[in-house]
């Protein structure tokens, strides 16, 4: 009989590590998901500051060849 209640204890033991480790699991799981969406966030700003920054460039260029092409004429009163 104290057999018994050994085996008892232990399967109530390994059924509260199992029930940790579930909640555990569950939790890392939660985490991996909350970190791909921030990952994905992220990878979306990231996407649109360097299309802004191309487009700043791309403007830069552009208003430095009109300033030269204005010193050009203003040279050439």
Do not use: T
């Given at each position: 009989?104290?057999?018994?209640?050994?085996?008892?204890?232990?399967?109530?033991?390994?059924?509260?590590?199992?029930?940790?480790l579930k909640a555990e699991?569950?939790?890392?799981?939660?985490?991996?998901?909350?970190?791909?969406?921030?990952?994905?966030?992220?990878t979306s700003r990231l996407s649109h500051l360097e299309s802004s920054h191309s487009s700043l460039e791309i403007r830069i260029s552009e208003l430095s060849t009109e300033n030269a092409k204005l010193i050009e004429s203003n040279e050439a009163l």
């Open positions: 009989s104290s057999f018994i209640f050994f085996r008892d204890e232990d399967k109530k033991a390994l059924e509260l590590e199992s029930g940790k699991h569950a939790k890392v799981r939660e985490e991996r998901d909350e970190a791909k969406d921030k990952e994905s966030e992220l």
